[in-house]
Each structure stands twice: as C-alpha cells, then as structure tokens.
C-alpha cells in the first residue's frame, strides 16, 4: 500500500552538497520512523541516518557532521540533506519506511523506494 519515490540524486564535485526527498504515499507516514540507507558497488547496504516519528535523528558516523536528516509530515516527505560530499559518497541511495523504531538494519524496515544514484567525483 505505501509507495516511497527518492528524488534528487546527481552528479556533483567533491565537497559539493545535494538534497535527496522521498515522497510517501498513504496514512502512515506520520507515525512511522523513516530511514536513508545507501549501496555503493561491492559492498553491502549501508545505514546513514534515521528520523523517529517525533523528529530524534540518527547518523552513521561516516556522514555525521556533514549530512541532516528531517521530516515534513504534512508532505509526507523525508529530507537528506548532503553537504561536504565525498567520493566515497557516491552510491545508490534508498529511503525506507519502518515501524516505531529506528534500526540501523535493512530487514527492519517494511517498504522501500527505488533509490536515486549519488555520484561524487575527484
């Protein structure tokens, strides 16, 4: 029933900034945590940060400092802010939707949108 659609990806130079917004469809958004994982070529799917249902943030310490999670419930939408962006940066982003929790786990979390590519270079 819930559909998520990311948006916002792109190419940029390093020490550049993008803002990645997923859009969710439905009646649950409000009270279900939200979460940015990412997946860069060979390796696993990879926590960067979560947003509870009342606004506590989460970061992987890897993006800490650099990128701002946020939420707009009247939108339905979840924000990534990415600023100081590294090569090491670049891979396939994905916006999640889970319960009332957030896991830094992917098999926590119920519906999954597309992913939108992020690619910094040198």
């Known amino acids: 029933q819930v559909q998520l659609v990311e948006s916002g990806g792109g190419l940029v130079q390093a020490g550049g900034s993008l803002r990645l917004s997923c859009a969710a469809s439905?009646?649950?958004?409000?009270?279900?945590?939200m979460a940015w994982f990412r997946q860069a070529p060979g390796k696993e799917r990879e926590f960067v940060a979560g947003?509870?249902?009342?606004?506590?943030?989460y970061y992987a310490d890897s993006v800490k400092g650099r990128f701002t999670i946020s939420r707009d419930n009247a939108k339905n939408t979840v924000y990534l802010q990415m600023n100081s962006l590294k090569p090491e940066d670049t891979a396939v982003y994905y916006c999640?939707?889970?319960?009332?929790?957030?896991?830094?786990?992917?098999?926590?979390?119920?519906?999954w949108g597309q992913g939108t590519q992020v690619t910094v270079s040198s």
């Open positions: 999640a939707q889970g319960g009332k929790i957030v896991y830094v786990t992917s098999g926590e979390y119920d519906y």
């Open positions: 439905g009646r649950t958004f409000s009270t279900s945590v």
């Open positions: 947003i509870s249902r009342t606004g506590n943030t």
